[in-house]
């Protein structure tokens, strides 16, 4: 099994940035993802990124703001949230596969946190 716990949310104002942890722990993982769930609205999805060898997708809402890393040392995976904006307010999870798929699709990830509320004020 594969606990993910996500730290790091909290409340900011518009412009400011954040980063968001994600701990790994149990088996190691292949892939990660970041999703997002605004009030009233479907999750969706933010990045993904192999755990060892890049090949990272951004969706287009957060590409140049937003930048996922790793850290195998740490077994932790980061978010880092430049130029917020109030429409990137939401509950953000991390998400897992051991298969290395790297995808922006939910049912490719077998995985999940518990999530971390992010609030971006105006």
């Known amino acids: 099994q594969v606990r993910l716990v996500e730290s790091g949310g909290g409340l900011v104002q518009t412009g400011d940035s954040l980063r968001l942890s994600c701990a790994v722990s149990?088996?190691?993982?292949?892939?990660v993802g970041w999703f997002r769930q605004a009030p009233g609205k479907e999750r969706e999805f933010v990045v993904a990124?192999?755990?060892?060898?890049?090949?990272?997708y951004y969706a287009t809402s957060v590409k140049d703001r937003f930048t996922v890393s790793t850290d195998n040392a740490q077994n932790t995976v980061y978010l880092q949230m430049n130029s917020l904006k109030p429409e990137d307010t939401a509950v953000y999870y991390c998400?897992?596969?051991?298969?290395?798929?790297?995808?922006?699709?939910?049912?490719?990830?077998?995985?999940w946190g518990q999530g971390t509320q992010v609030t971006v004020s105006s």
């Open positions: 998400a897992a596969n051991q298969g290395a798929v790297v995808s922006g699709l939910e049912e490719h990830y077998d995985y």
């Open positions: 149990g088996r190691p993982v292949g892939a």
């Open positions: 990124t192999r755990w060892i060898g890049g090949g990272t």
